[in-house]
């Protein structure tokens, strides 16, 4: 009898669409499953707070439960839920969007990006987005049958997006520009300056605007601005958020997309076909977060991510590495190329030799190379004892 090991021998062709099946496996993820395998390493690989939810949100979670809310909320989410988003996004970005029309929960920042390009794409459009970027951007457009196109960004200009390149980067098939300030892995910010520039070009070419702003409360200098609350950018910009970042809820798996109704509109089918809601509890433990105390918890983490920030970028300055001060979220991405070693050497290498996980940055894009991903979102021991080793590892790589 055939078992399904040998389904391969017997069918001749591939089931998996092209498309999926040329999808590389994201490079964070394979990194992973090697740091799994090993006891006692520091890991400042994954990008996820580490606090735990404030317990005032996980109470009215637990209270969801305890109520017996345990059915479908409305497609687009609670109306009390949007309500208090778009206050949040009125108040916090001075971006208005209408909470009946203008606004859908999701599962995350993830589900909204998806649903957004599925939404805007039809084959074969471009969606320019900057590199060193979010691992999930490329196959996110790709997914959607849309085409890439990275504008690289660099670490002499603090890794903002430089809207000359993005200018050239645009052709008769862009449809859409995807910013995400401050940035997933370098921390970098826009300055409205420049947002501003980016603003006029995607007036000027009839672009659609998303932007990913999970990162938008962990925001270290000047005041954080967003590309939708400049005049007449809000009609053209879909505002992504959620509360992994902010509220340390990743696991809770709940966002939002804030744009145009017609747009809005269009996505809720895509989420009503495919996703139905977000959960239940998950949206009414997203309320509290907005609502009560949630904001004070946050500053408290934000203040706490400043003091760890301060101590990570010191460190490796002060072993050799080269490190921007990250105007934001909870990574920093120090350049190695003083060691010689490419990023994925190194990381391999530190991991065997040190037993200390960091993020190779290339798995950020193809400019990222000679640079890796740190995420301070962990104990300030293990950050001093990490920097330390990495320390001891730069310092036996010269010797050599
Ligand atoms: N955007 C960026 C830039 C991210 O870094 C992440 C998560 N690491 C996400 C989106 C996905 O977040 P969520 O948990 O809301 O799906």
């Known amino acids: 009898m055939k078992t399904m090991k040998d389904s391969k021998s017997v069918c001749e062709k591939s089931f998996v669409a092209s498309h999926i099946k040329e999808l590389p496996k994201s490079g964070i993820r394979k990194f992973f499953d090697l740091v799994n395998?090993?006891?006692?390493?520091?890991?400042?690989?994954?990008?996820e707070p580490d606090f735990t939810t404030p317990w005032t949100i996980r109470e009215t979670g637990i209270f969801s439960l305890e109520k017996g809310h345990t059915a479908y909320t409305s497609n687009l989410g609670t109306p009390q839920l949007r309500r208090a988003i778009c206050r949040y996004v009125s108040d916090n970005y001075h971006a208005d969007y209408d909470p009946m029309k203008g606004c859908i929960v999701t599962i995350g920042v993830s589900e909204a990006l998806d649903i957004a390009?599925?939404?805007?794409?039809?084959?074969?459009?471009?969606?320019?987005?900057?590199e060193p970027c979010f691992v999930s951007y490329p196959a996110e457009i790709r997914m959607a049958h849309g085409v890439p196109v990275a504008v690289e960004t660099f670490a002499k200009d603090g890794f903002a997006l430089d809207p000359v390149r993005l200018a050239q980067a645009i052709t008769s098939r862009t449809k859409a520009i995807l910013l995400n300030f401050p940035c997933n892995p370098t921390g970098a910010v826009m300055s409205r300056a420049r947002l501003e520039e980016v603003a006029l070009l995607a007036v000027k070419h009839d672009l659609v605007v998303l932007t990913d702003e999970i990162y938008s409360e962990l925001n270290y200098g000047e005041p954080h601005v967003s590309i939708a609350s400049l005049p007449g950018?809000?009609?053209?910009?879909?505002?992504?958020?959620?509360?992994?970042?902010?509220?340390?809820?990743?696991?809770?798996?709940?966002?939002?997309?804030?744009?145009?109704?017609?747009?809005?509109?269009?996505?809720?089918?895509?989420?009503?076909?495919?996703?139905?809601?977000?959960?239940?509890?998950?949206?009414?433990?997203?309320?509290?977060?907005?609502?009560?105390?949630?904001?004070?918890?946050?500053?408290?983490?934000?203040?706490?991510?400043?003091?760890?920030?301060?101590?990570?970028?010191?460190?490796?300055?002060?072993?050799?590495?080269?490190?921007?001060?990250?105007?934001?979220?909870?990574?920093?991405?120090?350049?190695?190329?003083?060691?010689?070693?490419?990023?994925?050497e190194f990381a391999e290498k530190l991991l065997k030799d040190e037993k200390v996980a960091v993020i190779p940055g290339c798995a950020f894009g193809a400019c990222g190379e000679g640079f890796v991903r740190c995420c301070y979102a962990a104990g300030s021991a293990d950050i001093s004892e990490a920097i330390n080793r990495i320390g001891r590892f730069v310092a036996a790589g010269k010797k050599k």
């Open 37 to 47: 395998t090993m006891d006692d390493v520091i890991s400042l690989g994954v990008g």
């Open 117 to 130: 390009m599925r939404t805007l794409l039809n084959p074969g459009d471009e969606v320019i987005y900057t």
């Open 233 to 344: 950018m809000a009609e053209r910009t879909i505002f992504l958020h959620g509360f992994s970042k902010a509220f340390a809820m990743t696991g809770w798996r709940v966002g939002y997309a804030c744009g145009p109704a017609e747009i809005i509109d269009s996505m809720m089918k895509v989420h009503q076909y495919s996703i139905m809601c977000a959960s239940t509890m998950s949206q009414e433990a997203a309320l509290e977060a907005l609502t009560s105390r949630g904001g004070r918890e946050m500053l408290k983490m934000r203040e706490s991510y400043r003091r760890r920030r301060d101590l990570m970028v010191a460190g490796f300055n002060r072993i050799g590495l080269k490190c921007l001060m990250p105007q934001g979220a909870f990574y920093a991405f120090p350049s190695i190329e003083s060691t010689g070693m490419s990023s994925t």
